[in-house]
């Protein structure tokens, strides 16, 4: 916008560029200080799950991948729960590659979702996740645009499997 602004060289068409600019960044830094990101993967994965099951007023949400994290999966009980997801850092198993995150010239991704909440929410949300701690961490959506300080939920325990 503000190139075509510039080339068209209306004084007032800049003025408006530049103020509709600090608007949209008055409203960022606005809803940055109210809400907070938080990352889902497994049954907390889609939009729809986080809207009805959970009753989060999500107000962005997008697909991407976390690095340094994969997910695995955890034997249940017979009968009642089978099994479930669960996440632990590459290569902190014990039995990886050294804990630097790669595998075969690759880097382990975790995908999942990062969502934007109100503060009120997420600190419902972080309690009802009692058994989690909140680590923040980048985030990198599909389509390239990079989040910071997204709260992925880690075991407060160690709970990780060896790799199979």
Request: hydrophobic share 30%; charged share 25%; glycine share 14%.
């Amino acid at each position: 916008v503000f190139s075509i602004c510039k080339r068209t060289y209306h004084h007032c068409e800049i003025l408006y560029y530049i103020s509709i600019t600090r608007a949209a960044i008055l409203v960022e830094m606005t809803i940055m200080t109210t809400h907070k990101w938080r990352f889902g993967y497994g049954s907390n994965i889609g939009l729809k799950t986080l809207k009805q099951k959970k009753n989060l007023n999500v107000s962005r949400y997008l697909v991407g991948t976390i690095k340094g994290w994969e997910l695995y999966f955890m034997p249940g009980f017979q009968y009642v729960e089978p099994g479930w997801a669960a996440i632990r850092p590459h290569g902190g198993d014990g039995g990886g590659d050294g804990g630097d995150g790669q595998s075969g010239g690759r880097e382990e991704e975790l995908h999942g979702s990062a969502f934007l909440i109100p503060n009120d929410e997420a600190d419902g949300l972080d309690r009802q996740e009692g058994g989690y701690n909140v680590l923040p961490v980048t985030f990198t959506s599909y389509d390239g645009e990079v989040v910071e300080q997204v709260g992925l939920y880690i075991p407060k325990k160690r709970i990780y499997s060896r790799k199979s």
